[in-house]
Antibody
Framework: EVQLVESGGGLVQPGGSLRLSCAASGFTFSSYWMNWVRQAPGKGLEWVANIEEDGSEKYYVDSVKGRFTISRDNVKNSLYLQMNSLRAEDTAVYYC????????????WGQGTLVTVSS | AIRMTQSPSSFSASTGDRVTITCRASQGISSYLAWYQQKPGKAPKLLIYAASTLQSGVPSRFSGSGSGTDFTLTISCLQSEDLATYYCQQYYSDPWTFGQGTKVEIK
């Protein structure tokens, strides 16, 4: 069974840092682009970042460029999101999602991990 | 960035009804469109990709159509378990963007 499990969310003060992890299983992790997508409370979905199969290419939404870094470990079958200089508007559930080999639609998704930025 | 606009934002329908949700892109995206279903408190689930290809395991009452800038998601016979918010997403160009969502309620 293909599975994605996020961890690392929590409460952090504005300006602080947090590192999210996503453990993948049930598929050849190193063969897929991987994504982070977030959802602010009561709001819609926003793609945050993605990373190529071998980690050489990375893309970010403008609002997180220079603050967030996506990375992966294909030996540990894990995806990461290092979040620095966090702002209140970064408060959201963060989902890990696999990209398809043909196009960047997202399937499957993890259960999500909540990040709350507040003093 | 390509802006995706869904309509309506929400509506209520009865079980057995045929319902249609529309998604419009701010520029042409060919058929690079996906639809997702998100039930309350759950992660989104892929329903359709390439505008009209049904994901494996998704009930056949769901269908998608369109190309260019205008797309539709149709539920042919609404079931109670279809209570959810539905999102479209373009994967034509970075940044990948979603519509604002359409919340479907059951009368």
């Amino acid at each position: 069974e293909v599975q994605l499990v996020e961890s690392g969310g929590g409460l952090v003060q504005p300006g602080g840092s947090l590192r999210l992890s996503c453990a993948a299983s049930g598929f050849t992790f190193s063969s897929y682009w991987m994504n982070w997508v977030r959802q602010a409370p009561g709001k819609g979905l926003e793609w945050v970042a993605n990373i190529e199969e071998d980690g050489s290419e990375k893309y970010y939404v403008d609002s997180v460029k220079g603050r967030f870094t996506i990375s992966r470990d294909n030996v540990k079958n894990s995806l990461y999101l290092q979040m620095n200089s966090l702002r209140a508007e970064d408060t959201a559930v963060y989902y890990c999602a696999r990209g398809d080999t043909i196009g960047n639609w997202f399937d499957p998704w993890g259960q999500g991990t909540l990040v709350t930025v507040s003093s | 960035a390509i802006r995706m606009t869904q309509s309506p934002s929400s509506f209520s329908a009865s079980t057995g009804d045929r319902v249609t949700i529309t998604c419009r892109a701010s520029q042409g995206i060919s058929s690079y469109l996906a639809w997702y279903q998100q039930k309350p408190g759950k992660a989104p689930k892929l329903l359709i990709y390439a505008a009209s290809t049904l994901q494996s395991g998704v009930p056949s009452r769901f269908s998608g159509s369109g190309s260019g800038t205008d797309f539709t998601l149709t539920i042919s016979c609404l079931q109670s378990e279809d209570l959810a918010t539905y999102y479209c997403q373009q994967y034509y160009s970075d940044p990948w963007t979603f519509g604002q969502g359409t919340k479907v309620e059951i009368k």
